[in-house]
């Protein structure tokens, strides 16, 4: 029996697993993503050798790539306009200065940590392991007794920096001889991959939003196919960017923000005021494919880096989860008036996941010099992310929240109490609803 075959079968064991006891293990500190990536070291070639990226690697890069192709597309669908108005400050403080700041300090603190990177891959570095992703944690951003302010802002945030790192990420690969970029050049990267990406993008999106609409005012489209048309503009607005050697990932998540604001600007009237369920056949398929995504990064890179562990990739991968991420952020929260708990709160949740994932096997397809350290590097780091943001994510949530409902008891002008409208929030890899029958 091939390996293929094997592969397929323990993926659809530990998924069917997993999802038969999803309630259960939603009372206890093990998180999904807990889960899926042990049993990727259990099934990579550290322990079973069933999955290998050496044999299956084409397979694998193809998967992690529509995943995070759909998860851009979606995180973008929900993100609206009013949240960056009502509670704004918070995610545009995060995202215009924190952002940025994350990927300064992860490039610096990786200058003499990682001897033997280039000053660009040193800087690649620190771009793949800046975005978020909260479904890791997601206790900590849908817990009600966590202030909506505090909930609101991560979500946006976490929607939002995975697009906005790519074209950082894209620019170090241009400076880096060698790679594919770096023959088009750090303009033709610019023209192609962010301008001509974008324009395509923006141009999918509403024309694809505004053909739903249409058609749902029709009345010629079902609510099942209403579904399935969703990741098919995705895909569409993916693949015209790849055939013109531009960024897909740019356009599918340029993509989301157009497609959504379409389908919102123009609901057809007996719709409004009913909720809107067109997204999530693709929100449902996003989380499945992300599940399996960290099944094959345990297999393929956590798994092999574990055998070749240094303490300065340890140290690395510590500092990343804590003074790359907290620093920065209490820096983009300076004068905001949120109080030192709720910074710290803030700061701490900002779980590696799926982006700094695919990001760096997009290096490793690059034949990057300095790829088998860079990739121990953020396999570490994502590791230990899954682990200590999955078993924090409901103690602390729960500790914040005794707080915030103190502090507010003796304080009226708490800023951690404006209002906001909360944005819907992703559910990829998140714990099951506990109240679900």
């Known amino acids: 029996m091939s390996s293929g075959v ?39 070639p550290a322990v079973l050798d069933i999955v290998d990226l050496a044999h299956d690697a084409a397979p694998i890069v193809a998967l992690l790539e529509i995943t995070l192709g759909l998860v851009l597309f979606t995180d973008a669908m929900t993100v609206r306009r009013r949240d960056l108005r009502t509670g704004g400050f918070l995610p545009g403080r995060l995202l215009g200065i924190g952002l940025p700041l994350s990927i300064g300090a992860g490039w610096l603190l990786a200058w003499p940590l990682l001897p033997g990177l280039t000053m660009w891959e040193l800087a690649l570095v620190g771009a793949i392991l800046a975005p978020t992703d909260a479904a890791l944690g997601k206790t900590a951003i849908t817990h009600p007794r966590v202030p909506a302010l505090v909930r609101h802002g991560l979500n946006v945030e976490s929607g939002l920096n995975d697009g906005m790192v790519l074209p950082f990420f894209l620019l170090f690969l241009a400076a880096i001889p060698g ?25 999918v999106g509403w024309v694809g939003g505004r053909l739903l609409q249409w058609s749902r005012a029709k009345g010629w489209v079902t609510r099942e196919w209403r579904q399935v048309y969703l990741p098919a503009v995705a895909a569409g607005a993916y693949e015209l960017a790849v055939v013109t050697d531009g960024s897909g990932f740019i356009a599918a998540w340029v993509a989301g923000f157009a497609c959504g604001f379409a389908l919102r600007r123009h609901r057809i009237e007996k719709d409004r005021g009913q909720p809107d369920h067109t997204a999530e056949f693709t929100e449902n398929l996003g989380e499945l494919l992300a599940a399996i995504s960290l099944l094959v990064f345990g297999a393929v890179l956590l ?56 990001l760096a096997l997009l290096v490793v397809e690059e034949h990057v010099p300095g790829v088998e350290l860079l990739g121990q590097v953020v396999a570490i780091t994502v590791g230990l992310s899954v682990l200590l943001h999955g078993i924090s994510a409901v103690s602390l949530a729960e500790r914040y929240g005794r707080w915030h409902e103190k502090a507010s008891a003796t304080s009226r002008d708490l800023r951690e109490g404006s209002p906001v409208l909360d944005t819907p929030v992703r559910g990829r890899l998140g714990r099951p609803d506990q109240t679900e029958t």
Not at 191 to 201: D, E, M, P
Not at 328 to 350: D, N, Q
Request: hydrophobic share 55%.
């Open 303 to 358: 798994g092999p880096a574990l055998e070749h562990l240094s303490w300065r990739i340890i140290l690395y991968a510590v500092l990343s989860l804590t003074v790359v991420r907290m620093l920065p952020v209490a820096l983009s929260l300076a004068g905001s008036g949120l109080r030192l708990p709720t910074v710290a709160y803030i700061g701490w949740f900002g779980p590696r996941g799926l982006a700094s994932v695919v």
């Open 179 to 203: 790679t594919h970029y770096a023959e088009e050049g750090v303009v033709g990267v610019f023209w192609r991959a962010l301008v001509l990406s974008t324009a395509l993008g923006l141009l």
């Open 6 to 44: 094997w592969t397929g079968a323990a993926v659809a064991a530990v998924t069917a697993a997993y999802a038969l006891s999803s309630r259960r293990l939603s009372t206890t500190p093990i998180s999904s993503g807990m889960v899926f990536v042990a049993s990727g070291i259990l099934i990579g």
